[in-house]
Structure formats: structure tokens, C-alpha cells
């Protein structure tokens, strides 16, 4: 049997109550040629038998205890047969043509190695939210990456020979690890963006990113220190960023007491 063009790997664990749409969601993209990797990461409510009963062969479900989401992650990357690798969360829903243009993207740029659409905020109930894009260019991409992490981790497509060169997933900055993948990934490859929203993001109290928030700061501040001293990031600094950009990078670089680097920013922002 011939590899899929895409494995979409899908951790969860108690997830039933958003899963069958996230699943239909990808089951419905234009883009059919994937596997769906679904890692069950110990769960204990309708979770198993909501994927029992999908009668659709590229689902492959891969059980194990419960380990947390890095683990669940790499196993899916263990099994992942695809050139590219997918992420999506089991309460978030991808709109149709998502997978063909993320994967087109990729297809005419071999030296990008992560690509990411617009995302729309959604509520419980799928209402809309908030619009989030970002600029198709790499250096911007790397100036916001010092700022904070401007991806939504289940809208990435991403080679998946970037992320096993990167060293795969770790759990050395707790829940921000996304943020220190894509950090790795851009020492050797550029970034990307697909203009239009083809990801929508559910935001519920129940959601990973609402928990234990004090430890993903922490931690996630921790990560920032080392980015603003990576030459792969620091050398985008400078490249004429837009005046909001700007006036952010200034006041993070003053705040670290890289002077020379904000005087970079001031005179580029002229």
C-alpha cells in the first residue's frame, strides 16, 4: 500500500464532546489522500467508542495509557507514514479545503518547512469568534516567533522530515511544546502562511491552554530568554518591521538589555 501524502495526527484523551465534529472535519477535506492518526491518550469517557464506530479506513487509532500530550504526539510521529504531518486538536474543526492548500504551499516551496492558514476563534456552541492571520514571509514570521508563538498548534502542516531533523516534540518547557518545536524547525528551514481562515479553534474552559496557566508562563518565558539568543531568529530583527511590530520588539529588547539590537529596530523602523 502506497504512503498517504498526509498523516494527520490527533492526540486526545476525554474528548468526546467536540470529537466527532473534529473528526468529520477532517474526514471531509478536499484533500483525501491521508491517514488520520488518532492517539488515545487514556481515556475514560465516550472517547473509544465515538472512534469505534468511524467506518472510514484512513482512521487508525493507536491506544495507550495515559502518558500526556508529547508522548501521544511522538507516537504519532513513530507511525506517521506521510511526508507531511498534520496536526489537529480533537476540539477544533478544519474546514474543507484546509489540507489541499496547507499541502500545495508546502509542494512549491521545498525550503519551507511549516506552513499555517488563518484560524477563527469559535465558542462551545461554534459560534464565531475573533480572526487571526498571519504575513507570508518568513523573516516577519521569525520576528513574531521572539514575541510570542504566532502559530495554533493543531492549523500546522509541517515536512515531517523537519520535525524528526528538529529532535521531535519535548517536554523540556512544559505545555509550550509547539513553541520550542517551530523554534528548532527554523534553525534550518523558513516559515509559512496560507492567507484565509481554514482552521477554527474552540476556546472552552475545559481546554489544555486554560490549565495550570502559572507553570506555561514560566516556562514559556523560559523559552523566550533562549530565542533572543538564537542567531536563526535575532538576524530577522532588523528587516524593516511594521511600526506595531516595531515598537513591540523595541520594548522586549530594551527589557532583555539588548541595546544594540534595539538600536537595529529603531533605525530599520524609520
Known sequence: MSAPRVSVLLPVRDGARFLREALDSVLAQTLADFELLVVDDGSTDETPEILASVGDERLRVLRQEPAGLVAALERGIGEARAP?????????????????????????RSHVALVVPGVE???????????????????????????????????????????RQAGGYRADYGANEDYDLWRRIARDWK????????????????????????????????LRDELWRDPALLGAVGR???????????????RRRRLGLALRVLVRSQ
Open 191 to 222: 516559515l509559512g502562511a496560507v492567507p484565509g481562515v481554514l482552521y477554527r479553534y474552540r476556546e472552552h474552559s475545559g481546554a489544555v491552554t486554560r490549565s495550570r496557566v502559572d507553570e506555561r508562563v514560566e516556562s514559556r518565558e523560559r
Open 84 to 108: 507531511y504531518l498534520a496536526r489537529m486538536d480533537a476540539d477544533d474543526v478544519s474546514l474543507p479545503r484546509r489540507l489541499e492548500r496547507q499541502v500545495a504551499f508546502l509542494d512549491q
Open 121 to 163: 476563534s469559535i465558542d462551545e456552541a461554534g459560534r464565531p469568534g475573533r480572526r487571526v492571520t498571519v504575513p507570508d514571509d518568513d523573516a516577519a514570521l521569525r520576528r513574531r516567533l521572539l514575541l510570542r508563538n504566532p502559530f495554533t498548534h493543531g492549523a500546522v502542516v509541517v515536512r515531517a522530515a523537519a520535525v
Open 240 to 254: 524593516d518591521p511594521d511600526p506595531l511590530e516595531a515598537r513591540a520588539l523595541l520594548r522586549e529588547a530594551v
